[in-house]
């Protein structure tokens, strides 16, 4: 009957969140066995978690480096680095969705930040529009995958695992995603017969990977000094940082500091230095002396503006994961998690068609719910079998993330498909047509994620 109450409300058109509220409510009301109280109750509960701190700051952390112009210092190193490859600007929608990745946390906001400024330049250099959309959406899907992400927190703290095992693990298949995606620019501008969109300069590519060199030295650096030598952490971690500073002061490098986001949060929760939690109110202070101090594109108008953008996001992000909180404990008081979990093991015990039924479910109810509501209704009802048949989380949460994040590229719920159809000035027919063929190197990515699992467990394994 919770079901069956679920899914009218859903037909009704009424929210996923409000939907999993009342359907809970009306189940308890006609039983008669629960106090309508519980709802509140359990809801409340839902989001009494300390893991779920780092939404807000997470969502903040990429507002502030929204607005305080970093997506244009992403977008020129990304030109600088790969612009001059054939089918430059494609490379460079990846490349940049990388860096970004690395501070946002979501692809919506990808799409909507970052992706405003690629598909207006791919569009002035000559390539369709349908090309740029479908580039911009596909490289999106790794604002999720790569650290730090909104979704591996809420998986994390739905499903009990370390969320910092969760951000080591997304590292290699997000540089997998990112070289496929790039192959298939490559097959494109060799298909058309695409030149460069801007002239080779070996001082700007000299720039560009020196300041790669410093991102891939410093913490090693750090490392070094702080490990082999017995430097104190906090102080040497201090002097690094203003020694960072100084270096880009001197060089003038164009994105240094925000492409050093990712390198101080996994560093930082990787040594012990703070939790997935504080490295999220990390994120945050670090945005914000890039904007106030720094590059001083960030004014405290703008700054009141993002908070309270901050604020609804937030607001909407809990409501969704309270919702599903009482949803799924009344899944699991009617016994209807243990039926599927019987019927399912009963159909087959085997991994690796466990997996493969996942994956075509996810991909499923992806088209139709967003991905935090997705995230708390299948994690309690998916993550007990994977575990039953030996599925490491860290594992399944990336397999489950990937999913979602396909979904959202798909009518009729897809929220990235939204926002690209808005702003590239394309109907929600022909943007669903330009992304189809950017399906291919994101389902070649999840069977690899899916039956690979070295491939995601490897650098987690190293730390955790």
């Known amino acids: 009957m919770l079901k069956i109450f679920f899914l009218f409300f859903m037909a009704g058109g009424i929210p996923v969140a409000i939907a999993m509220a009342g359907a809970s409510l009306a189940f308890i009301l006609l039983s008669g066995n629960l106090p309508p109280f519980v709802v509140i109750h359990r809801m409340v509960s839902g989001i009494d978690s300390f893991p779920l701190l780092a939404v807000p700051f997470f969502i903040l952390a990429g507002n502030l480096m929204n607005n305080a112009g970093i997506t244009t210092r992403i977008y020129n190193f990304a030109l600088a680095l790969v612009g001059w490859l054939k089918g430059g600007l494609g490379h460079v929608n990846i490349v940049g969705s990388v860096v970004f990745a690395g501070m946002s946390g979501t692809a919506i906001a990808d799409a909507a930040g970052l992706g405003t400024i690629e598909i207006k330049a791919m569009k002035e250099h000559g390539y369709s ?48 995603m990112t ?42 650096l750090l490392w070094v000094v702080i490990d082999k030598f017995g430097a104190p952490a906090q102080i040497s971690v201090f002097i690094g940082l203003a020694s960072l500073f100084v270096v880009d002061r001197i060089f003038r490098f164009e994105a240094l500091l925000p492409i050093m986001t990712p390198v101080l949060l996994i560093g930082g929760m990787t040594t012990g230095l703070f939790t997935p939690t504080e490295g999220a109110i990390a994120a ?19 700054f009141v503006k993002v908070c309270l953008d901050t604020i609804e996001t937030t607001a909407t992000v809990l409501f969704i994961v309270a919702a599903a909180s009482i949803f799924g404990w009344m ?62 989380p860290v594992h399944f949460g990336l397999v489950m993330v990937l999913n979602l994040m396909i979904g959202l590229l798909h009518p009729p719920m897809g929220m990235v498909l939204f926002v690209l159809a808005r702003v590239a000035g394309l109907s929600f027919e022909r943007t669903t047509l330009a992304i189809l063929p950017w399906l291919v190197p994101l389902l070649i990515s999840l069977v690899i994620i899916t039956y690979v699992p070295s491939v995601v467990l490897w650098i987690p394994r190293m730390f955790f």
């Open 331 to 392: 899944l699991t008081a009617t016994g209807v998690t243990a039926e599927i979990a019987q019927w399912v093991l009963g159909f087959t015990r085997d991994a690796w068609v466990f997996l493969l039924l996942a994956n075509l479910l996810m991909l499923f109810v992806g088209c139709f719910l967003e991905p935090t509501a997705a995230i708390t209704i299948l994690v309690p009802i998916l993550l007990p079998i994977a575990t039953q048949l030996g599925i490491d």
């Open 179 to 220: 070289v496929l995606m790039m192959l298939t620019v490559a097959w494109y501008a060799h298909k058309n017969q695409w030149g460069r969109d801007v002239a080779f300069s070996s001082p700007r590519l000299i720039k560009a990977l020196s300041e790669l060199a410093v991102v891939i030295g410093w913490p090693l």
């Open 129 to 176: 529009t349908e090309f740029a959309v479908g580039v911009t959406a596909a490289s999106a899907t790794l604002g999720p995958i790569i650290p730090p992400s909104l979704p591996f927190v809420i998986y994390g703290m739905m499903g009990n695992v370390s969320v910092g095992a969760l951000f080591l693990a997304g590292l290699l298949p997000g540089a997998i």
């Open 284 to 302: 945050c202070v670090w945005a914000m002396i890039l904007g106030f101090a720094w590059y001083r594109t960030l004014h405290w108008k703008m």
